[in-house]
């Protein structure tokens, strides 16, 4: 798989302790790349309300809140940071549609086959991609996501990088389609 460094720094974004530390220094919410507002044209095209939702390496973002008012039923929110999942638990406890749990991509075995109708993946690759072992994180972490999406199932992908360079590092699925 094709690494990219020019777009990477010194910090291990695939290190739970790298976004324990981040998310104490930096309280409040954070949306990478796009707020909701921004995507939602893709989102509802392609993800309807009553789709059980996973959102990977969801951090302190308020993408997931921002879905249930507009109508969304179900989200699973998952992060490798433990203090950013308590902090959102204690932030939504009363949103039931909303549920947190601290897990690293790589591994989400505690979920069976086929568990969710969509993936959402806003940075948490790209994160992957800057960190030790890059090739082998992102391949596990694709592994995981296909063997979690219902069969139709989508993943739904935003990242800082092109096209061009998904197209000429990633041969382990079909963009699309990860089944």
């Known amino acids: 798989m094709y690494r990219d460094v020019s777009s ?6 695939g290190d739970a302790l790298y976004w324990d530390a981040r998310y104490i220094q930096e309280a409040g919410s954070f949306d990478w790349y796009q707020r909701y507002t921004a995507l939602r044209p893709f989102v509802r095209r392609y993800i309807p309300t009553s789709s059980r939702v996973l959102m990977v390496g969801c951090g302190n973002a308020v993408m ?3 879905m249930v008012k507009d109508g969304y039923e179900e989200i699973m929110n998952i992060d490798i940071s433990s203090v950013a999942i308590e902090m959102m638990r204690r932030k939504h406890e009363h949103i039931h ?3 947190y749990m601290q897990m690293d991509v790589k591994d989400m075995s505690f979920f069976p086959d086929e568990s969710f109708d969509c993936v959402i993946d806003k940075g948490t690759l790209d994160s992957l ?6 090739p082998i994180s992102a391949s596990r972490m694709l ?3 296909s063997r979690l999406l219902k069969p139709g199932g989508i993943y739904m992908l935003v990242t800082i990088y092109s096209k061009l360079k998904l197209d000429s590092g990633c041969s382990l699925f ?3 389609n990860l089944k």
């Not at 990477?8 to 974004?13: A, H, L, P, R, V």
């Not at 991609?129 to 890059?134: E, P, Q």
């Open 8 to 13: 990477c720094n010194s910090y291990n974004y």
């Open 97 to 99: 549609q909303l549920q």
């Open 174 to 176: 079909h963009f699309g």
């Open 143 to 145: 592994g995981e996501v």
């Open 64 to 66: 997931s809140e921002d």
């Open 129 to 134: 991609m800057c960190g030790t072992d890059a």
